[in-house]
């Protein structure tokens, strides 16, 4: 399915939810990915929106009624996440009787990157009403184990308990480090974050 294909298919949600007056769904539209696009470093334009991905996350954030979420990997994703989050503070004011939730972190997205500069550009084209709801986390990333198997951990995660969470990061390149010779900047090893079993 190409990219035109797949925004016809959610239509009708984005444009209900008004996704398409926070992001341009036709960025890059007829991009056709490489096998190695995603983890060499070498791609100077940004992957387009992918419509299927962010409409789910959109969906699950508000049909869970979700306060805290966790996203490691910065982007599209983090608009669309703060806009659920919005309409999610937004349903829990009009309620008349509010149950008591132990949580500091009501309506907060906390978005770890590996890339500060990343982080920077996603802040200048960020709309203004949902900046409040996100923050930022850039960090480190080190190879490490977990049970004996290879994995990375961040250096730098946001001391929560989320109901949610999205895992799309790090870049394989920013990982940092090698066991016994083995590194994650081997373009076919995929990205192993344990820090969700840390947490767990």
């Known amino acids: 399915m190409n990219g035109q294909e797949e925004y016809d298919k959610h239509q009708e949600y984005i444009e209900t939810q008004q996704l398409d007056k926070l992001i341009d769904f036709k960025e890059n539209i007829d991009f056709q990915e490489g096998i190695f696009d995603a983890v060499s470093g070498k791609l100077e334009i ?3 929106p ?3 991905d962010l409409v789910r996350l959109h969906k699950y954030i508000r049909e869970r009624k979700c306060f805290t979420v966790l996203e490691f990997g910065a982007g599209y994703s983090t608009i669309v996440m703060a ?3 919005n309409k999610n503070q937004e349903d829990w004011k009009n309620l008349s009787r509010k149950p008591e939730i132990r949580n500091r972190f009501m309506f907060k997205l906390f978005s770890v990157d ?5 982080i920077d550009n996603l802040k200048t ?3 203004d009403h949902l900046i409040d ?3 930022f986390n850039a960090t480190e990333v080190e190879i490490g184990k ?7 951990y961040c250096t730098n995660i946001p001391d929560i308990v989320p109901d949610f969470i999205y895992l799309d990061g790090p870049f394989p390149k920013d990982v940092k480090g090698n066991i016994n010779g083995l590194s994650f900047q ?3 090893r995929t990205v192993m974050e344990a820090d969700l079993l840390l947490m767990e």
């Open 125 to 127: 084209r960020f709309p």
């Open 114 to 118: 590996s890339s500060q500069k990343w």
């Open 133 to 135: 709801f996100v923050h």
């Open 146 to 152: 977990f049970n004996g198997q290879l994995c990375h």
């Open 83 to 85: 806009d659920a989050l």
């Open 50 to 52: 992918e419509p299927a």
């Open 46 to 48: 940004p992957f387009p």
């Open 186 to 188: 081997c373009d076919e």
